[in-house]
């Protein structure tokens, strides 16, 4: 595949470290940044990570999409609370044949944004990835970081797209069946171990499996996650299902594995920043209510977190 | 009834008040007092409450209860946390016929005693009450204030007998026929309200019965409560049931009613100050457990507080 033009949106620890690994690989990638475009322009963009550190001391950057104008892909990687934004952001780098792929918590994410722009151009990623912004341009890969992506329509061909654009990045990347299923799968993670970690106060992912009472609580958690995607799943008349307990000893495992991690959302709510509780839990919640599905646990969280930003917002007037 | 000598360990809030109310009977009340000791005997205790204020210039305080001796009763007002401290402070107040009556949060606080000091002499009180410590010496009583009391072994001659010390109080004491009961009817309202404001990061009861999502959670956490009590009560083979429903229903009118009432167990919390999570949730929790409860939102409510409590305590390591 020849080199594609990329843009990347929302230029977190996520985006500029794949945008890296694109660049990285010999495509041609412009972020966009607003916080930290001045810091950036002046001392480059600096990634460190067990699989290769990476130096770019002028990375093409920009503080508006219209600058980027169209690319083949668009990459973004905004936080789901930013979701309304993205409408504005991606248009102006849109073509007719751009392809649009969400590194994004959350579910329902990709159906807005095929909602705007056509559900045949749009990608999921669900990026397993251990990963700090440490301050403006610098950037701290820590352990993991394999992608798993999944098109809106479930398209193979569409898939091998995307696989085709990463091969030759430094990423382990990966196609799924179904989009849905990815991201019920990557729901079933981040659902007990985000809500846990803010739920308990600001906790590493360590005291949640080292815990037996939270561990319960965690698995249990995600035992609802399960049947909850496996209705949607069936609802929507896919044939994919979630290998409910493989998937969760698996979950399980990796975690153990992962020591002091800190997920996003709990750096999020310690830092006194808005919490992706809509894509994470409220979304989720709803569809498993629709379908019947008992989540007393999903619930619970829920409601803790929506309380946490209300209290948030409370405090910020 | 002639007037009684009464001894009140523990003189936080709801000691000084009810004691408070005891010596305005003409009873002959010693508060035992350490934190506070030293401003009450310059200021004396004072009291606001719509009951009527209470003020004593000079009331009879000491440092150790063996200064008090034996007495008739013994009011214990301490935390739950603070339950180990009570057999040594307890006893050199302890004649052949003295009483102890608990003025305390939590399940299975009388059983202890009564291991102690025998079952016979042990009573519970419930106090449905609102009512602050605002500085040493200064208590704010706002609303509410009743208390049901019951005895360990459910003697109602003994029941009586506590009715008899408390009648001419201005205090709305009535019995119950089962301390056990009681104690459950009291956690259907504290297992929700003091664990869903401590978890919801120190919010008062008005926006846990003001949300959707949150009053759901109160309601089904209580639902598990009265589960776990009638199970508990019919093991024990006592006849008592909880009225389920409608004590559900009670509970949620007369919390719709409190306002911005903060639970002590919040305060407690939000002030860095050890909260009562074994007497209040670990306990029942464990007790459900054993008699195969499903407490999906206890155990959630149960592991976050005491992670709470082991983040408290490293950090005042």
């Not at 999409?65 to 083949?72: Q, R």
């Not at 990835?129 to 193979?156: K, S």
């Not at 995607?229 to 975690?255: C, K, N, P, W």
């Not at 750096?267 to 994470?280: H, M």
Request: charge should be negative; aromatic fraction near 6%.
């Amino acid at each position: 595949m020849q080199a594609q033009r990329i843009a990347v949106i929302g230029a977190g620890a996520v985006g500029c470290y794949y945008g890296a690994r694109l660049a990285e690989a010999g495509h041609d990638v412009h972020f966009l940044m607003r916080r930290d475009y001045d810091v950036v322009r002046a001392g480059g963009l600096h990634i460190t990570s067990p699989r290769g550190d990476m130096h770019f001391d002028r990375p093409s950057i920009t503080r508006s999409s219209a600058e980027i104008g169209p690319v083949d892909w668009v990459i973004c990687a905004l936080k789901a609370t930013a979701v309304d934004a993205a409408r504005e952001l991606i248009g102006p780098c849109l073509g007719p044949h751009t392809r649009i792929l969400l590194l994004m918590n959350g579910l329902g994410l990709e159906e807005r944004i095929g909602e705007w722009f056509g559900p045949e151009r749009v990608f999921g990623g669900m990026a397993f990835v251990g990963i700090n912004r440490l301050e403006p341009g610098q950037v701290q890969h820590i352990e993991y970081g394999a992608v798993v992506v999944g098109h809106l329509l479930n398209d193979p061909a569409e898939v091998d797209r995307a696989l085709a654009l990463w091969a030759p990045a430094e990423v382990d990347f990966s196609g799924h069946e179904s989009l849905r299923g990815a991201r019920w799968e990557k729901l079933c993670w981040n659902m007990p171990f985000n809500g846990l970690c803010v739920a308990a106060d600001g906790i590493s992912v360590d005291h949640i499996v080292g815990d037996p009472e939270l561990r319960a609580v965690a698995r249990a958690t995600m035992e609802e996650v399960v049947e909850a995607g496996q209705a949607d799943l069936s609802d929507r008349g896919e044939r994919y299902r979630i290998d409910g307990e493989g998937h969760v000893s698996r979950m399980f495992s990796q975690t153990d594995n992962l020591g002091a991690y800190k997920p996003s959302t709990m750096i999020d709510y310690v830092e006194g920043r808005a919490i992706e509780v809509d894509a994470l839990f409220a979304t989720p919640l709803a569809r498993a209510r629709e379908l019947g599905v008992h989540t007393p646990h999903i619930a619970t969280l829920n409601a803790l977190l929506q309380q946490y930003e209300r209290n948030r917002e409370a405090g910020e007037r």
